[in-house]
């Protein structure tokens, strides 16, 4: 599954926030760290402000902040804003569908999509930021030794 | 040790009978306190309960079953109860499975349990955490589990524990194709 560009920097964005949602960050500092383009990224965080997960305050200390639940959040919401990867591989219009090859390729393919959306819909925000977390104290702790 | 619902409330081992003494290790975590132990005989009414009310299945045969496989071998084998304000409200199943598969030993959780009126109180996690003790003291490392792809309530609750994808798949076919 390749996610557009659009949906990576909206989860990049979503979690980057959520981890401290007591900092405002700007469009720029976000798109600075992550490499990203700043233009697309603000249309992206206007679109997560639209869904409710994102609010941007102005002013000195402004930027934007994570305002939803990290504990209900998954993966899969940030993404369902973006893209519809509700029917993917098993899509029956793809040429060749209809054909005996294309069925039973659509089947396996589908086998993979279904796999890959469950894990989407399992993963919170939360959860997420816990394996960032634990992947930070371990490397820290490596560099200790 | 026997422990009755009476006793003195705190986080330890009990056993089920007195040929049965399972390692069942202590956590302590929570503001409030509820109890993780051994499962006892009197239990099992209510872990029935419980099941049903989740799955919308009464399987009290199969219950008795798992409680008499835990019996016998106790030192592998851990069914825990959560109790909560004098209630059993929760419990889990494991048990460690070594070679199957091509797999080293690992500790499987089979069965989890929380009533739905004590959801959002720890104590799923907790039941997982006591259980996950238990194991590492048994001498294995790893912990697994199974779970429908369409589970997502559950799926959720063990991703959040930590648990990610396996290296095995798991695969079925229907037997009168």
Redesign the interface.
């Known amino acids: 599954m390749k996610l557009q560009k659009a949906t990576l920097f909206a989860l990049y964005a979503v979690l980057d926030l959520a981890e401290d949602r007591d900092k405002p960050r700007s469009a720029g500092e976000i798109a600075e760290k992550y490499g990203i383009s700043i233009n697309h990224l603000a249309k992206v965080l206007r679109d997560l402000g639209r869904a409710g997960l994102v609010e941007a305050a102005r002013g000195v200390g402004g930027g934007y902040r994570f305002v939803g639940n990290a504990k209900r959040v998954t993966l899969m919401d940030v993404i369902e804003i973006f893209e519809d990867i509700r029917s993917g591989a098993g899509d029956a219009r793809d040429p060749g569908a209809s054909t005996d090859i294309g069925t039973s390729l659509h089947v396996v393919l589908g086998e993979i999509e279904d796999i890959a959306r469950a894990t989407l819909r399992s993963v919170t925000i939360e959860t997420l930021l816990k394996h960032v977390r634990r992947d930070r104290d371990q490397r820290r702790a490596a560099a200790a030794e | 040790m026997e422990m009755s619902k009476s006793s003195p409330r705190r986080h330890g081992t009990s056993s089920a009978t007195k040929t049965a003494k399972p390692a069942v290790a202590a956590v302590s975590r929570a503001k409030v306190e509820p109890l993780i132990r051994a499962v006892n005989p009197a239990d099992l009414a209510t872990v029935v309960k419980i099941d049903e009310k989740n799955s919308g299945v009464g399987k009290p045969d199969y219950w008795l079953d798992q409680y008499e496989r835990y019996l016998r071998r106790p030192k592998e084998r851990f069914f825990l109860v959560g109790e909560f304000e004098d209630r059993i409200v929760a419990f889990a199943i494991g048990e460690i499975r070594a070679w199957e598969f091509g797999s080293p030993p690992c500790g499987w959780v089979f069965s989890l349990g929380v009533d739905p009126s004590a959801r959002l109180r720890n104590i799923g996690s907790q039941l997982i955490d006591a259980m996950s003790e238990s194991f590492r003291r048994a001498g294995v490392a790893k912990l697994r589990t199974m779970l429908r792809?369409?589970d997502?309530l559950n799926?959720?609750f063990f991703?959040?524990l930590?648990m990610m994808?396996g290296p095995f798949i798991q695969l079925e076919k229907d037997l009168d194709e």
């Open positions: 792809r369409d997502n799926l959720s991703r959040s930590g994808a």
